[in-house]
C-alpha cells in the first residue's frame, strides 16, 4: 500500500478507498464587478452564479458532497431554493476575509468528515461554466498523482509586463506559461497542512508549490472561465445557454 507524507505525518491510503470531496468558497463580495451585491448570487442565464457551478459538482457520482464556505453575516443564500441539489449539498458559515482563510476554515470544519487520504476539490463559485467532461479528467488526471493537481489553459496571447508609467518594459515569453483554473484537487490532509503554512496565496496550488511541491496540469479549455468583471456575465450566459440548446 502507497505511503504519503502531509507536513509532519505520514499516511497510508488505499487508492480504491479514497473518496472525492468538493469544496466551493463562497464569502467574497466580488467587489470588481461594481456592485453591491456578491458576484456569486448575480443571475446567469435565469440562476444565481454559484447555483451553476453547485449543479455540476452535485451532479458528479463521483463526488460525495459538495460544502459551500459562506460568510458568516450572509443573508442571500436563503433568498433562493437550493432543494434540487439534494442531500449532497452542505453548507458552511466560517468564510474568512481572503478566499485562502475561507478554503482553511472550510477544511477545518469538514475534519470529522473527511479523511487525511481523501481528495477535495476546490472550485471557484464564480466559475459557472465547469463542465462534466473538465470535471471528470481532472478526476481521472489527479486520482492517481502523487501530489493532486489543476485545470488549466496554456496562455495564448502575447503578454507584456507594464513599467510604473503605464508603458510596455518588456515582452514575456508565454513559453511554458498557463492560466489557472478550478478546481484544485488535493489530498484533504495535504491542502489543509499548505493552507496552515502558506495563507499569502492566491490559490490553493501556490499553497502547495510553498511547501517545494510541483502540481499537476490538466489541461482545460477557455469555457471554464472565472467570472470577474461586468462583461464576463454575458459570455458565461452564453456558454451555458448553448449547452441547452437554447
Known sequence: MPRRHYGGFQCDYNRIMTRNFALVPAAGTGTRMGDEQPK????????????????ALCASPRIQRVFVVLAEQDDLWERF?????????????????TRADSVLNGLTAISA?????DWVLVHDAARPCLSAEQLDRLIERVGNDDIGGILAVPVADTLKRAGPDGRIETTVSREHLWQAQTPQMFRYGHLHEALSRSRIVTDEAGALEAQGHRPLLVASDASNLKVTYPADLALAEKILLERRGT
Open 40 to 55: 456569486q448570487y448575480h443571475l446567469l442565464a435565469g440562476r444565481p452564479m454559484i447555483r451553476h457551478a453547485l449543479d
Open 81 to 97: 431554493d437550493w432543494s434540487e441539489l439534494g442531500v449532497k449539498l452542505s453548507l458552511l458559515r466560517c468564510g474568512g476575509p
Open 113 to 117: 468528515v473527511v479523511k487525511p487520504d
